[in-house]
């Protein structure tokens, strides 16, 4: 510890990047901040996974980006230092460089410690936790709803086809006897003709003798 500077001043410092430059990682980070003292500890924190793999799918990059981070330097005043020196502006560099042209937004977080960072990421990850269970719970409820759907579907076409069927007997029974009958209607005429011609013959005959007579 310098022993020019009061101890109180010689705690860490940590400040907050509410954003990261695109697939921008931890030692680029350490190396940028570490131009302006001395770092310790840097988390940033990975973006979901679903997100990186949604933009693989549309056909953009699957490099691993970050959303938000956390610098620890030695020394209170060169965090503080840091963020008036660095917030709101460019990141710089050589001209054309990939990171020229993207923005620090940081603050310094006075009284934070770094178990604060380590209980707020446990809370978060219990929090991500739950929230995939709530999403699975929802999964597999909408998925047994449509598999009950379907059986239900299935067991309606199967009763509805055993009714089609049903009725195509029924109505074949029906053209069968309808036939039948009418094949019966036939003959029953037909002898009926055969008879009155008979008849009709006989009655000539007879008229006939008794005529000639």
Request: charged content about 30%; overall charge positive; hydrophobic content about 30%.
């Amino acid at each position: 510890i310098d022993p020019d500077i009061p101890k109180s001043r010689s705690k860490p410092g940590v400040i907050y990047l509410s954003s990261i430059p695109p697939y921008m990682k931890p030692n680029k980070v350490r190396n940028i901040m570490s131009q302006y003292g001395e770092v310790g500890r840097i988390f940033l924190q990975p973006e979901d996974p679903t997100i990186r793999k949604r933009r693989k799918m549309v056909g953009g990059s699957g490099k691993k980006k970050f959303t938000e981070g956390w610098v620890e330097f030695k020394k209170k005043r060169i965090a503080r230092s840091v963020v008036q020196a660095l917030n709101g502006n460019i990141l710089g560099g050589k001209k054309g460089s990939y990171y020229h042209d993207d923005i620090w937004t940081m603050k310094y977080l006075p009284r934070f410690k770094w178990a604060n960072l380590t209980e707020k990421l446990a809370y978060d990850s219990a929090v991500r936790k739950k929230k995939l269970q709530r999403e699975l719970t929802q999964v597999r409820k909408e998925t047994n709803f449509y598999i009950e759907q379907v059986d239900k579907n299935k067991q309606l076409t199967a009763i509805k086809r055993k009714r089609e069927e049903k009725q195509q007997i029924t109505e074949k029974a029906s053209n069968t006897t309808e036939s039948q009958t009418d094949s019966k209607s036939v003959k029953q005429r037909k002898l009926a003709s055969s008879s009155d011609k008979s008849k009709s013959s006989i009655s000539s005959g007879v008229l006939s003798s008794v005529f000639t007579q």
